[in-house]
Every structure is written in C-alpha cells, then in structure tokens.
C-alpha cells in the first residue's frame, strides 16, 4: 500500500508557496518542515503523506520522465481552485479544468509545478 510520495525541489521556499496554495484548494492543511530538515510534508486524507525537499545527492532535483502524480479533489469546484491556485504560484498549465474523456468525464486538471513535476487532480473517478 502506498504510505507517500516525495518530489525533488531546488527551491524549498518557492515549493511551499506553491504547494500550499495548492493542497489548499483540496482541503489539505498548510505542509510542515521539521527543524534542520530539507524536506516539507503534507498529510493528506487516508493517512497519506506528500512531501518535497532537496535531492539528498545534492544534485539538480529534475522531474521524472512519464510521472504524472495525482490527487482527489471533493467537487469540480476544487478542481478549478486547485488549478487557479498553481497558476498564480508559477505552475505551467498543462490542461485546463474540464470533463477529460480519457478519465471517463471525469473533472480534472493538469499542471507543472515550479520545479517540473506533473501533477494532476480529479474529482469523479
């Protein structure tokens, strides 16, 4: 079963601004940052847990090639706010809010975070 997922960032503070306005728009409470640590966690409904931090080999962190990470969203509604929200936190679009067909109409919407990484959030499927 899956406990977490964990993302490179080269810019924790960018990172948060930009995770938290977006786990915002989902419900989610604003991430923590244990002192010392290079790493923000967010705990997600489930008992999940999402976090991001600097590569521990000190190198780029660089998005992964065919990820895609995705999250539920409670109504449309939150879809769009979670998209708008990733938006004004430099995210780039990569689908706007809208019924997808590849997810059987599903609402859902796609972007970039600051560092690269896909994301994606549904609500309906």
Not at 11 to 37: H, I, K, M, N
Not at 44 to 56: A, H, I, S, V
Request: net charge negative; hydrophobic share 40%.
């Amino acid at each position: 079963m899956l406990k977490g997922m964990r993302v490179g960032s080269n810019d924790l503070d960018r990172s948060r601004r930009f995770y938290d306005a977006t786990f915002e728009a989902l419900g989610v409470s604003a991430g923590f940052q244990p002192e010392g640590a290079s790493i923000v966690m967010y705990a997600l409904p489930g008992g999940q847990n999402f976090l991001f931090g600097t590569p521990r080999d000190q190198a780029a962190a660089v998005p992964a090639n065919g990820a895609t990470i995705v999250f539920a969203a409670p109504s449309a509604e939150a879809v769009s706010a979670w998209h708008a929200a990733g938006m004004a936190q430099g995210g780039q679009d990569e689908g706007q809010p809208e019924a997808k067909p590849q997810a059987g109409g599903a609402f859902g919407a796609y972007m970039r975070d600051p560092d690269g990484n896909k994301l994606c959030v549904y609500h309906g499927i």
